[in-house]
């Protein structure tokens, strides 16, 4: 082989593998996908998930163990009769004068309804995401109203100003809705499994 | 501030962050509801707010403003209420520093759900603790109090 063919096959083996390469990176890390693991990040906070629970006693604390009282969902997500979320939990945290170890608080403390969990814990990416997006189980909502709801309900936001001795979501809040608004805008994909 | 306590208006002067159940106690002389834990762990200082059971400790006062208090002194004017009656015929109480509490929210709960089963009792009053250990008698006076929402309070 003359010099010019090797020159010539070495520079198409290099384009071949610079394509490859890409066709790897692209297929690692498609759009969305990145976007998608910080909504997760955010969902599977024990500040979010300790509530998004597959059973019907919620969890509490950073450590997620069962609440005490042998509280429970409820046949509309605000505990039973008798022993309602609320009559705990207030509508704000209460004040720092009361010292630490106090329920906190938040306007509509609740779980989800039991017939929909929309559960958090314990999924994989893929589980999670396509759960999210399954208006069967996330109350109804499509893409916009889940945005709207991870923007503004008072007590998503309590997340991140959860009171004494409870750690907030680790993800700053604008950031958060942020990645929710760009993984909706390449068309919310799932990633797998 | 205006507070709505058992049908009657006061006008009390406290601090907003005083906590309800040191208003009621301290402030109104009402000392039916009691001081357990002040943290909401136990049940004792359980009132009525709207007619839902609330944990009176770690309640700010100022969130009560305006709405529907009721103590166990206003459960009923006579003392009469099914729930009241039902523990005294069960002779329920033993010390009896929860049974305040305990009554309260199991009035919460029949006004909710008329005929309560065991689970459904168990769930209700799961966080009012009882140190001496009725919870049995307690839960057969739910029952005995359930009976009696007939006309006339009779079954």
Known sequence: M????????????????AFGACA???????????????????LQHPRCQNCHIPGDAPLQLDDGRVHGQNVVRGAHGMGTPGLGCAACHGQSNPPASYGAHMPPGAPN????????????LGLTAGELCRSLKDPAQN??????????????????????????GRVPVDVPHDQFVAAFRRWIEAGAPCPEP | MKLL????EHEVTVPADMPLLWVLRDVLGLTGTKYGCGMAQC?????????????????PVSAAAG??????????????????????ELDVVQCGYCQPGQIMAAAALLSETARPSDADIDAALSANLCRCGTYQRIRAAVHRAAGMTGPGGRP
């Not at chain 2, 049940?43 to 309640?59: E, F, I, W």
């Open chain 1, 2 to 17: 003359s010099q010019a063919s090797r020159k010539l096959v070495l520079a198409a083996a290099a384009g071949l593998l």
């Open chain 1, 24 to 42: 790897v990176a692209e297929r690692s890390r498609p759009e969305g996908h990145d976007d998608f693991a910080i909504v997760q990040k955010v």
């Open chain 1, 109 to 120: 403390w609740r779980l989800p309804p039991p017939g929909q969990k929309m559960v958090f």
């Open chain 1, 139 to 164: 109350g109804g909502r499509d893409l916009e109203a889940l945005l709207h709801h991870v923007s503004e309900d008072a007590l998503v936001l309590w997340g991140w100003d959860p009171g004494h």
């Open chain 2, 5 to 8: 306590v058992n049908g009657k």
């Open chain 2, 43 to 59: 049940g004792a200082c359980t009132v009525h707010l709207d007619g839902r059971a609330l944990r009176s400790c770690v309640l």
């Open chain 2, 67 to 88: 709405r529907r208090i009721t103590t166990i002194e206003g459960l009923d004017p006579n003392g009469d209420h099914p729930v009241q009656r039902a523990w005294a």
